[in-house]
């Protein structure tokens, strides 16, 4: 299939790459050129604007936006908006704010243009192990795109599969599911970094206590000087709280165990927020989820050994930088 991707950043680039890799053609555009040039040498075709991008798709044309949530992908999609035609696709790629995207499939159904929000995890790691994929669109739309998909998620791999898992629709399996109708892969996904921010507190916790088991306030006795890095690499074989951040953890730890090459002021990108909103909407608690968020705030005033860890993670599996110290 072919595909116009607007933003080749973090992940935009590397969504064409593997698509291209699994024998897609992709047609891009960002407004660093850098990135447009070197993506026209691996095969990309290269356009100096949108509607050059417009132009150099066949219909019915399916355009990725993979820009920052708010202003850039709101402004973008509004643009494609007056350059398409009914039938064409919009996909945010993005990690855009679930209510938006119901508000522009509404808008943009009035002019026939189709709209799909996809919940996208996989970071810079994604054109190696793929991408997980949580998508919101009708269920016409979300088929026709199935070949673009499949090529971008992981596959099947050699994760064991669910014992008495019993589904016609393997795309789970795959590493992509159909979650609804618009919104609903962005919601999944906001829930998703939610989850995230709670696993990854919990994991800077617990290496804090480790880290601070050595301090002078403690009987001499009861001081460990503990391996952190050994620690991080015996829990990822066959502990019940291995995973990729562990891992991250790990190879952080193996390369800078004091870590000093972080503040510990800890960015978040908006989906924890967005989560919490949405569990005070439902009345739902959510209790871990809160606290992980408030514990990011809390690492821009005075941050812990832990909050280090947690800006290593994040720049392990997204490349984010950390916020600056107020």
Known sequence: MQLGIIGLGRMGGNIARRLMLNGHTTVVFDRNTDFVSAL??????GVADLPALVAGLAKPRAVWVMLPSGAPTEDTIETLSELLDADDIIIDGG????????????????????????????GVWGLERGYCMMIGGDSAVVKHLDPLF????PGMGDIPRTKDRTSDDDRAERGYIHAGPAGAGHFVKMVHNGIEYGLMQAYAEGFNLMKMKGGENL?????????????????RRGSVVSSWLLDLTADALATDEPLDGYSGAVADSGEGRW??????????????????????????????????LLSAMRFGFGGHVETPKK
């Open 95 to 122: 990690n855009t704010f679930y209510k938006d995207d119901i508000r522009r499939s509404q808008s943009l159904a009035e002019k026939g243009i189709q709209y799909v929000d996809v919940g996208t995890s996989g």
């Open 40 to 45: 026209e040498q691996e095969g990309a075709t």
């Open 219 to 235: 009987p001499e006795e009861q001081r460990f000087d503990l391996n952190l890095g050994d620690i991080a690499e015996v829990w």
């Open 150 to 153: 499949a090529a971008l998620a």
């Open 275 to 308: 989560t919490i909103e949405a569990a005070m909407e439902q009345s739902t608690p959510v209790p871990v989820l809160s606290q992980a968020l408030f514990a990011r705030y809390s690492s821009r005033q005075q941050s812990l050994y832990g909050d280090k």
